[in-house]
């Protein structure tokens, strides 16, 4: 990897986990459901599936590594989706945390795989 990738993933990244951090400063907490959390794990699934599309064959352009490598990964939050998920089981909460788990994942796979559809709309969806 070169100094220009490297960096091109990392000023990617600050901005993706600080917009992180913003959005998640602004949304209201409604109920102990981390609504949140999906809402911005689907959306940067899309993101990075439009990314997908867009660079089908130039995935090492520093556009793609800084949006698709930096921003969409600091972005999308693995660590927080799994924490609500152990919390949730923890307090024997067994109906929040499958349906956390399963919106997630099934909402942000459909959601990539849209993005990707939209990124490059001449090939399939799959």
């Known amino acids: 990897m070169s100094s220009r990738q490297f960096f091109a993933v990392f000023f990617g990244g600050a901005i993706g986990a600080?917009?992180?951090?913003?959005?998640?400063?602004?949304?209201?907490?409604?109920?102990?459901?981390?609504?949140?959390?999906?809402?911005?794990?689907?959306s940067g699934s899309a993101a990075l599936g439009v990314m997908v599309g867009l660079f089908t064959r130039s995935r090492d352009s520093l556009l793609f590594l800084a949006v698709g490598?930096?921003?969409?990964?600091?972005?999308?939050?693995?660590?927080?989706?799994?924490?609500?998920?152990?919390?949730?089981i923890k307090t024997q909460e067994y109906f929040d945390a499958v349906s956390f788990l399963t919106a997630s994942i099934v909402g942000g796979f459909a959601a990539y795989q849209m993005g990707k559809?939209?990124?490059n709309p001449n090939k399939a969806a799959l």
Request: aromatic letters at 14%.
């Open 18 to 42: 600080l917009s992180r951090w913003g959005i998640l400063e602004l949304l209201p907490t409604i109920t102990h459901w981390p609504w949140q959390i999906v809402l911005i794990n689907i």
């Open 69 to 88: 490598g930096g921003f969409c990964a600091a972005f999308t939050t693995f660590s927080s989706f799994t924490v609500e998920i152990a919390s949730t």
């Open 117 to 119: 559809h939209v990124g």
